[in-house]
Nanobody, 126 residues
């Protein structure tokens, strides 16, 4: 079992930056691949980025490549999402999620992740 708690969301102007954090419970955090997803009002939950359990491989959605950076600290049981050059279309609730297939770098469907945080709101004003 993994419990996830996100933090760091807020209101920011377009072009600004935010850093999201996700703290995980449990002693086997490094076995899980971690992902960030987002969901805007009236839209489906959307894949943003994934990082393998070791942190060695990442996969980004095209819409955030070059602007967002995922990282993890397996000592602190945490994963982070640094978001730069934010745009109004980045406005959404952001969720972190854990996938037991820790070595897999490809899985990007929400149904492939078994554990979810409660989400944190990110609002980008234009």
């Amino acid at each position: 079992q993994v419990q996830l708690v996100e933090s760091g969301g807020g209101l920011v102007q377009a072009g600004g930056s935010l850093r999201l954090s996700c703290a995980a419970s449990g002693r086997t955090f490094s076995r899980y691949a971690m992902g960030w997803f987002r969901q805007a009002p009236g839209k489906e939950r959307e894949f943003v980025v994934r990082i393998t359990g070791s942190g060695g491989t990442t996969r980004y959605a095209d819409s955030v490549k070059g602007r967002f950076t995922i990282s993890r600290d397996n000592i602190k049981n945490s994963v982070y999402l640094q978001m730069n050059s934010l745009k109004s279309e980045d406005t959404a609730v952001y969720y972190c999620a854990a996938d037991t297939y820790g070595y897999n770098s490809i899985r990007n469907s929400p149904t492939e992740y078994g554990y979810w945080g409660q989400g944190t709101q990110v609002t980008v004003s234009s």
